[in-house]
């Protein structure tokens, strides 16, 4: 991890720590943001680089496709990752202990597209299970954006609905993908990286989800991370990319 934190040059902005600090007694839900190739931002949440606020116990929930691959099992459970299905989901928030994830998963990278570098497209605007169960444990949300992991690797992979439906199926996207020195699924170029932690949502435990609430709070969740975006993309070089709810 320290070793990742160098070769990133990894820079973290937290807008309110004291804001998070008041929430230290609940699991507070950090949504990062964008998924690109690979999320491999959210290492910054990792316990190891005390980056976060009472962070000690944190952990990465990601694809189950994951840990069904033995290599990538070992190497992912070592970096503190854990399956994102709904059991491990809601063990946390009952736990009260914080985690971080990508909503708009493997589907954002079949929305990449090399011929408009200046869009950055996040697959959100149906995902809203992970709002539905911070409202029935009322946990925090705290929209994170990850500056320039885009362009940190190459890819090909088919297109085509046929595509997506079978990454949604098989919770990852058929692709290769090539980083430093063009080396297949080898490590990112190096390009320096910057985690910016947002405004933590205030979200009511609620004894019956309704979907109007739930729509409320996406909807809200939504417009806070493209605020966050927009307060922060001049000063990290992105003045002229822009920002496509998918």
């Given at each position: 991890m320290l070793?990742?934190?160098?070769?990133?040059?990894l820079r973290t902005i937290i807008e309110d720590e004291e804001a998070l600090q008041k929430h230290s007694d609940k699991a507070i839900i950090y949504a990062f943001s964008p998924h690109d190739m690979l999320p491999f931002g959210v290492f910054a949440f990792n316990p190891i680089l005390n980056r976060v606020p009472n962070g000690s116990t944190m952990h990465c929930l990601m694809t189950s496709a994951i840990f069904n691959i033995p290599f990538l099992k070992h190497v992912y459970t070592w970096v503190k990752g854990k399956p994102v299905d709904k059991k491990t989901f809601m063990g946390k928030l009952h736990q009260n202990s914080?985690?971080?994830?990508?909503?708009?998963?493997?589907?954002?990278?079949?929305?990449?597209d090399k011929k408009r570098p200046d869009d950055i497209v996040l697959y959100l605007r149906n995902r809203k299970g992970f709002i539905k169960l911070a409202l029935?444990?009322?946990s925090p949300i705290v929209p994170v954006f990850g500056f320039n992991l885009d362009g940190t690797f190459g890819y090909?992979?088919?297109?085509?609905?046929?595509?997506?439906?079978?990454s949604r199926m098989i919770g990852f996207l058929p692709?290769?993908?090539w980083g430093r020195f063009g080396v297949p699924f080898g490590i990112p170029h190096p390009k320096r990286l910057t985690v910016v932690v947002g405004l933590p949502i205030d979200v009511p435990k609620m004894g019956e989800v309704t979907n109007e609430k739930i729509d409320e709070y996406h909807q809200l969740f939504v417009d806070e991370l493209i605020k966050l975006f927009e307060r922060h993309k001049h000063n990290e070089g992105y003045g002229n990319k822009r920002l496509k709810i998918a």
């Open positions: 070793r990742a934190e160098q070769y990133f040059g914080s985690f971080t994830f990508c909503p708009g998963g493997v589907q954002e990278v079949t929305l990449l029935s444990t009322g090909w992979f088919p297109r085509g609905a046929l595509i997506e439906k079978l692709v290769i993908y």
